[in-house]
């Protein structure tokens, strides 16, 4: 089994930064990718951005140049760090990633998602 658990969630005020942080456990040979999604009340859940094995990074327009993502591969943890953010940013934030396990199986898991609440 493959278990995700995201932290650093809460509430703050416009321009103001967050940093979630996601520990991924498990029987882990490697994690493959790991991506970062939210979901705003009365919303469909939409990709935040993602980082690769590699360290390739994608991000969603809207958060491109105050959103950054990375990764500590033998912690085997990942990290969002939100600047400038703005109350459109309110949502549920939920940690993904797809993993080889040590039975050389690829799992795809989520975490239990984090409020994160941007208030005016």
């Known amino acids: 089994q493959v278990q995700l658990v995201e932290s650093g969630g809460g509430l703050v005020q416009a321009g103001g930064s967050l940093r979630l942080s996601c520990s991924v456990s498990?029987?882990?040979?490697?994690?493959?990718?790991m991506g970062w999604y939210r979901q705003a009340p009365g919303k469909q859940r939409e990709l935040v951005g993602a980082?690769?094995?590699?360290?390739?990074?994608n991000y969603a327009d809207s958060v491109k140049g105050r959103f950054t993502i990375s990764r500590d591969s033998a912690k085997n943890t990942g990290n969002l760090q939100m600047n400038s953010l703005k109350p459109e940013d309110t949502g549920v934030y939920y940690c993904?990633?797809?993993?080889?396990?040590?039975?050389?199986?690829?799992?795809?898991?989520w975490g239990q998602g984090t409020q994160v609440t941007v208030s005016s």
């Open positions: 993904n990633a797809v993993v080889t396990t040590t039975g050389l199986r690829v799992r795809e898991s």
């Open positions: 498990g029987s882990i040979l490697r994690i493959n990718a």
């Open positions: 980082i690769t094995s590699g360290g390739s990074t």
